[in-house]
């Protein structure tokens, strides 16, 4: 997650939109160990810190960036990807209910909605996952501001 974290932000000054897909870790182990752990009897008890929040930090510094975002949910997904996107300071995120036999992991399709700044939603019919991401940027292409390039 950190070296993720780097990278974004290295790069994000030539960017000007940033779609945040990826799920890295939220939590890291708060000690770095070199070299192997060994086996004790009692078990190991691990203790964890925050990763840092790539997306909030992208939106912190959006300097007119469209900034989208994913919620992958198990209960309110609606309610916690409003919240997200406010908190978070994106333009759009893209909302899923990975409880949902035939959406999210491990499976060929998804069902999403589009949550949009104003707290409207719109829900996509399920399907395939190519075909969704297709979605996706259509739907990028018409909220971003014309005069960006994409």
Do not use: C, Q
């Not at 997904?77 to 491990?106: C, M, Q, T, W, Y």
């Not at 700044?117 to 996509?124: A, C, V, W």
């Not at 297709?134 to 971003?144: M, N, T, V």
């Amino acid at each position: 997650a950190g070296d993720m974290y780097e990278s974004v932000m290295e790069h994000l000054d030539w960017s000007t939109i940033v779609i945040k897909a990826a799920a890295v870790g939220d939590y890291t182990p708060s000690e770095k160990v070199n070299g192997k752990i060994k086996k004790g009897e009692n078990g190991m008890i691990l203790s964890l810190k925050r990763t840092k929040d790539i997306l909030e930090a992208v939106g912190g510094r959006k300097n007119g960036r469209f900034v989208v975002g994913f919620a992958a949910e198990t209960d309110n997904l609606l309610e916690h990807a409003k919240e997200k996107l406010k908190r978070k300071n994106a333009d759009l995120f893209i909302a899923n209910d990975v409880s949902i036999p035939g959406a999210g992991f491990e499976t060929e399709t998804n069902l999403i909605h589009f949550v949009y700044r104003d707290g409207k939603t719109e829900e996509l019919p399920g399907e395939a996952k190519t075909e969704i991401a297709g979605k996706i940027f259509d739907k990028i292409r018409e909220l971003k501001p014309v005069n960006a390039r994409l």
